[in-house]
């Protein structure tokens, strides 16, 4: 069985915050109190952004500014209701939602 999902994906580095905590597990703690399917949090071994140098790990300087994407699936309604207060968290990073095909075992 398959259903059509939407999958969010939240680029930010790790020391991003919010209300002075890291603003990777602010999203995962916001996304499970708002009911979210799941959520999971990705750590990049290297990654640059426009007007800032390449950072791998571990090279000097790179503490803390690895890039981390938040990723969550799920129904379109869902991500429509928590969208705007995602986007008033994360601020001017990058965030994209894809139309995703979910592949579900049949039960």
Not at 4 to 25: G, T
Not at 39 to 66: M, W
């Amino acid at each position: 069985m398959t259903t059509l999902h939407q999958l969010v994906s939240v680029y930010v580095n790790e020391a991003d915050q919010w209300e002075h905590r890291p603003l990777h597990l602010e999203i995962l703690n916001f996304l499970h109190k708002s009911g979210c399917a799941g959520g999971t949090v990705l750590r990049g071994v290297a990654g640059f952004t426009a007007g800032a140098p390449a950072l791998t790990l571990p090279s000097a300087g790179s503490e803390g500014k690895l890039p981390v994407v938040v990723q969550f699936i799920d129904v379109p309604e869902k991500v429509a209701e928590i969208l705007p207060a995602l986007q008033a968290m994360v601020g001017g990073r990058l965030m994209t939602v894809q139309p995703i095909q979910v592949l579900a075992p049949d039960r």
